[in-house]
């Protein structure tokens, strides 16, 4: 038996080819600012039919994104959610030395508001198109709220900087009586391709007072543990010049009432259209194939082709297992988008597993065939790549931390922090007749103080070059303190070309990782705007390095679960590049034609216009 384990184990990295690794990053813990005078809870207040599961009930909420939301020209402002005071606060990254503002509460009164609902998170993002940053926030027990940025020049960030907006427009009146919205995700892409930013939002639980302590019932949990289709599911909004439509059913029957807790999206086949993936708890997350035309948002579903040799719980599509975040990018430099998914991979708890979906298309015009045909021919590698088991998984981000021309993947991981183990419960619910799943009162008590997957750390993890399989190097950094993560932001703060990271934690305090890595590669950055100064979103990157190979990037308008990165381009080089490369932009102008244009860029930070033409400013 001793033979078989030992034959039969995943390789393991060895202490000293971790610390090997490791010496190429080095992060700096900094506190972030938040405002005082706001009551601290440590649980919700929930539905009495909840109240058995009120740490359940209450274990989502804490998000952040980093972003350019003053105007300064540096994505070094915060958006954090907060569900120790349920508030969505704007503060300064804390490495400036401006003083810039004081952090505050973004207040959507004089819209209605009420005592049950809860911001869940927000994106920063230019959603009136007048060149100044606004945010999105996204809430449990209503729906979402634009906070528009009047931009005053001169004056230092504030409350009164922004004017709450309806994105659906609702009944006024000081208390809230529209939809209960209980939101969880978010993305913000050109869908429809016509130039404009649209807005989709990703429901957990179906409408419903989650919130609300007064009441006894209307409310459900999910109606299977593998593929319920209860949810609350996800609803697209459409730009238009007199605010955003909501569009029905653009998503696929099967998929338009997941419970979700993460979206992302990007041009995977390279027609210019977005693609989005789906992370839903509870059952079948999906890739969604854009089938768009200028004024209508229109999805279709891509799979795996089913194989006898492949589980079909780990087949794209297809899977059973619990997607709660999700990120694209280019995990093996082919110059084709791979992603990756965050589910339960707790040993002795839930041994689900993370997925690495890495593309096995040769080309894009060869994915673009596929996906008409309804294939996504993408294969799950995540054993292999080392990445399949980690913990509780939530929000993911990809990144070069070290500028070596590799992807880090950076994950949020850990569930309820307490002291009474609730993994024998909660192992016997996983084999729970589905019957019985939709009603609260079959769900074993999580209550406050109990914990499961409370005492798990982030993850950091690194390609090692000699084996190819990720390290995760989170003890050896310094960053893996027991408490339970939620949401992963990244962006480059300070403009010294290096990512930083900040990180939201559950019913606790968020922090600010800034990169002080001593040893790191040539970079390519692009702040690439409209000529209203506006992000353009969408906007893709290819770069060709000396060798041939290619990297690929694109101006992300926020997607994940509850962290959301900046729109600013950064793509790691390598040791050595010193000279001017190719770099190929392609983007659409507000009108909605595509533009393809060649640059010479050195390395380093570019601030470039996108209209008809790329003018480098």
Not at 301 to 322: A, Y
Not at 472 to 494: C, F
Not at 571 to 583: Q, R, T
């Amino acid at each position: 038996m001793v033979g078989t384990f030992y034959g039969v184990r995943l390789p393991v990295s060895s202490a000293a080819e971790t610390e090997k690794i490791a010496k190429n990053f080095g992060f700096e813990s900094l506190s972030i600012a938040m405002p005082s005078g706001f009551p601290k809870q440590e649980v919700r207040k929930v539905n009495k039919a909840y109240r058995h599961i009120e740490g359940w009930i209450s274990s989502v909420g804490a998000g952040i994104a980093v972003n350019d939301i003053d105007g300064d020209g540096l994505p070094n402002d915060l958006c954090v959610n907060d569900p120790r005071i349920d508030q969505a606060v704007v503060t300064p990254a804390p490495t400036r030395k401006d003083g810039a503002y004081a952090p505050f509460a973004l207040d959507p009164k004089p819209l209605g508001t009420s005592t049950t609902m809860a911001p869940m998170g927000c994106v920063p993002g230019d959603f009136n198109e007048d060149g100044a940053t606004d945010v999105l926030v996204y809430y449990w027990g209503r729906t979402p709220v634009i906070f528009q940025n009047k931009n005053v020049k001169g004056q230092p960030l504030s409350a009164a900087t922004f004017t709450p907006t309806e994105l659906i427009p609702g009944q006024p009146g000081a208390l809230y009586t529209g939809p209960l919205w209980n939101s969880n995700a978010a993305a913000v892409a050109d869908f429809d391709g016509d130039g404009h930013d649209d807005i989709f939002i990703g429901n957990y639980f179906p409408d419903s007072p989650v919130l609300d302590d007064t009441k006894d019932g209307d409310v459900v949990m999910n109606e299977s543990l593998s593929h319920a289709q209860n949810g609350g599911g996800g609803h697209f909004f459409r730009w238009t010049k007199d605010g955003y439509e909501k569009t029905d059913d653009a998503i696929p029957q099967g998929l338009n009432h997941g419970w979700t807790l993460g979206a992302t999206a990007a041009d995977l086949d390279g027609d210019n259209l977005p693609e989005v993936f789906l992370a839903h708890d509870f059952g079948t997350s999906g890739l969604l194939y854009n089938k768009s035309k200028p004024g209508k948002i229109e999805f279709g579903e891509v799979k795996s082709v089913h194989s006898g040799t492949v589980p079909k719980s780990k087949e794209l599509g297809r899977s059973s297992f619990k997607g709660m975040g999700a990120d694209f990018g280019d995990l093996d430099n082919d110059g084709l988008y791979d992603m990756f998914v965050s589910n339960i991979t707790t040993s002795f708890g839930i041994q689900e597993s993370n997925f690495a979906f890495i593309n096995q298309a040769k080309s894009k015009a060869e994915l673009q065939g596929r996906f008409k045909e309804g294939e996504a021919p993408y294969k799950d590698e995540s054993a292999d790549l080392g990445v399949a088991w980690s913990g509780w998984g939530w929000d993911i981000k990809t990144g070069d931390f070290d500028n070596d021309g590799t992807l880090e993947i950076t994950q949020a991981l850990g569930f309820v922090k307490g002291k009474t183990n609730r993994w024998p419960q909660l192992q016997e619910l996983a084999t729970a007749n589905d019957a019985l799943t939709s009603n609260p009162t079959w769900w074993p008590n999580v209550r406050h103080g109990d914990d499961l997957a409370g005492g798990q750390h982030m993850r950091f993890f690194s390609k090692d070059k000699d084996s190819g399989r990720y390290v995760d190097l989170a003890k050896a950094l310094g960053i893996a303190e027991p408490i339970p993560t939620r949401g992963m932001a990244t962006g480059d703060v300070d403009g010294d070309g290096r990512l930083d990271l900040a990180v939201a934690r559950q019913w606790g305090e968020p922090v600010f990782l800034h990169n002080v890595s001593e040893s790191t590669g040539s970079f390519l950055g692009l702040k690439l705007d409209r000529e209203s100064g506006s992000p353009a979103i969408g906007a893709e990157v290819c770069v060709e390095l000396p060798d041939g190979s290619m990297r690929v990037a694109r101006v992300d308008g926020g997607g994940g679960h509850s962290g959301k990165r900046s729109n600013d381009v950064h793509i790691g080089l390598g040791e050595g590049i010193k000279g001017p490369l190719p770099v190929k932009l392609t983007w659409r102008d507000r009108t909605g034609s595509v533009h393809e244009q060649q640059l010479k860029l050195t390395p380093g930070w570019h601030n470039v216009e996108l209209g008809t033409q790329a003018k480098e400013k």
